[in-house]
């Protein structure tokens, strides 16, 4: 066994102190990829900056004409500047009290964020046409644990 080990030693040694000729250099050269230039990050337009810039002040004009907290927007959640999502019916609620609009339903699919798992869910939409701002949808899905078919909400639709 020690003999088989020694064998492997010397030969290995053999081969990595073994001189290299010019020739056997070239091809070894030759046969290696170029390399590639490190990617280097790009910095965004003057334009992409102030859409940008732009996007996040209409969303927070529209939260506050909405008197909801301005914390950004929601795009996972499918949020832009003219649609913003509440958390509960009940939310949804207090904005249509305090800006009237339109209520409407639809059937949608969700999913878990890494697609695993999808559902059918009803979204619940206030449009409204805020001065200033133009048309905005606030949404959120029904769930019926947490109650509120007696909300004026839910009254208005009740009532078509």
Do not use: C
Not at 66 to 90: C, K, M, N
Not at 102 to 119: D, K, Y
Not at 147 to 160: F, K, N
């Amino acid at each position: 066994m020690n003999t088989h080990i020694a064998a492997i030693i010397t030969a290995g040694t053999a081969v990595v102190l073994a001189p290299i000729t010019p020739k056997a250099a070239r091809h070894v050269v030759a046969s290696l990829p170029e390399p590639t230039p490190p990617a280097v990050p790009q910095p965004p337009s003057p334009a992409v900056i102030l859409l940008a810039h732009a996007q996040i002040v209409l969303a927070d004009r529209v939260r506050t004409a909405l008197g909801l907290p301005s914390y950004g927007i929601r795009t996972d959640e499918g949020e832009t500047a003219r649609r913003v999502g509440v958390w509960s019916q009940h939310e949804l609620n207090s904005v249509y009290e305090r800006v009237g609009g339109t209520v409407t339903t639809r059937t949608v699919q969700r999913s878990t964020h890494g697609g695993e798992s999808t559902w059918e869910a009803t979204e619940i939409i206030v449009t409204v046409d805020l001065p200033g701002v133009g048309t905005v949808e606030i949404v959120t899905d029904w769930f019926e644990e947490y109650g509120g078919r007696d909300l004026p909400l839910m009254q208005v639709l009740a009532d078509r």
